[in-house]
């Protein structure tokens, strides 16, 4: 049996569509999911690295027929390696990744999707749309759309606000270009944007020069809660704490219990959960045990977190 008939199907849209046959799997088969993702190096993606394993656990015990392999890269260049390893030596039936940066994992991605076997995409997309035979992410248009509504609705003509955007990826255009869509006409002024990668560190060092070089700042979008952090360090540490309010991204539990308590430097945030590696998990999974449909796209929507619903995404357990 050809491995890739289990996955023909329906397409998902904003929700999985359950309404074509596919093939069914033998059901004792046995079949190997490679996962390929970014090391934990910054609280997004701890909490997906936890979530990755937690997935990874709970299916093997599920389906005895299925086993992983799932390997951690702190670089674009390791994950290529990662990639190639569990081809050549694992003989993955499926990949699962989230690649480092687009540009450097297209080709090797690619390479994988004609040897055959089922291609998972997670978050950030690849350079060239389509090599993928699932895509699983967060809402990046809705993201960047939800943050710049607020900013539109909350600040006036003439105020002035600098942007930290994350890795360059094609999630990071969509987000800054939906932003950018959301506060046009509104008469603010985007005085800067730089890449802050996602990371607390950066996002200091970023925001230490915006500070340095602008005088009059009303708002930051760090797009990201751990930029998020670095970002009111800087500010704290040059005592401009009364001029400006953040609004970061993905509903980490220190920004969100802020948001609780009603902190004037944290008025929002938005969703973006680093739960969506499992759903990537799953549904690859699901499609080599089953006779579920898994092609196409699943996008998980973007929320507004206010202090009026922030305890509703509070989880003081979590990771993350």
């Not at 690849?126 to 509504?149: M, Q």
């Not at 005085?191 to 200091?204: E, I, P, S, T, V």
């Not at 089953?290 to 796209?297: D, K, L, Y």
């Amino acid at each position: 049996m050809n491995r890739r008939d289990i996955f023909k199907g329906a397409a998902l849209g904003a929700a999985l569509s359950l309404g074509a046959a596919a093939t069914p799997a033998m059901a004792q088969e046995e079949y190997t999911i490679g996962v390929a993702i970014p090391s934990a190096t910054h609280g997004f993606m701890g909490g997906l690295n936890f979530h990755a394993r937690e997935a990874i656990s709970r299916l093997e015990e599920t389906y005895p027929q299925l086993s992983f392999v799932l390997a951690t890269s702190g670089d674009a260049g390791k994950m290529v390696n990662d990639i190639e390893d569990m081809v050549a030596t694992r003989g993955i039936d499926a990949l699962v990744v989230l690649p480092f940066e687009s540009e450097p994992l297209t080709s090797p991605v690619q390479a994988v999707k004609e040897q055959g076997i089922w291609v998972t995409v997670v978050d950030r997309g690849l350079s060239v749309p389509g090599i993928e035979d699932l895509y699983v992410a967060g809402d990046n248009t809705g993201f960047g759309r939800v943050a710049g509504e607020y900013f539109a609705e909350t600040l006036g003509e003439g105020d002035n606000v600098v942007v930290l955007r994350g890795i360059p990826t094609t999630l990071d255009n969509e987000r800054v270009e939906a932003f950018q869509a959301a506060i046009e006409g509104s008469g603010i002024n985007v005085l800067d944007m730089q890449h802050g990668n996602w990371n607390r560190d950066d996002a200091f060092n970023v925001m230490q020069d915006f500070l340095s070089k602008y005088d009059d700042i009303d708002a930051v979008w760090a797009a990201d809660d751990d930029m998020a952090i670095g970002v009111l360090e800087a500010i704290s540490q040059a005592g401009r704490e009364d001029e400006m309010w953040v609004v970061g991204g993905a509903g980490m539990k220190e920004i969100v219990k802020r948001i609780m308590d009603g902190d004037p430097r944290l008025p929002v945030n938005v969703t973006y959960p680093p739960a969506q590696i499992a759903t990537a998990i799953e549904l690859t999974a699901l499609g080599l045990v089953s006779a579920t449909p898994v092609s196409g796209r699943f996008i998980i929507g973007s929320q507004r977190i206010t202090p009026e619903n922030a305890e509703q995404f509070y989880f003081p357990d979590s990771p993350f």
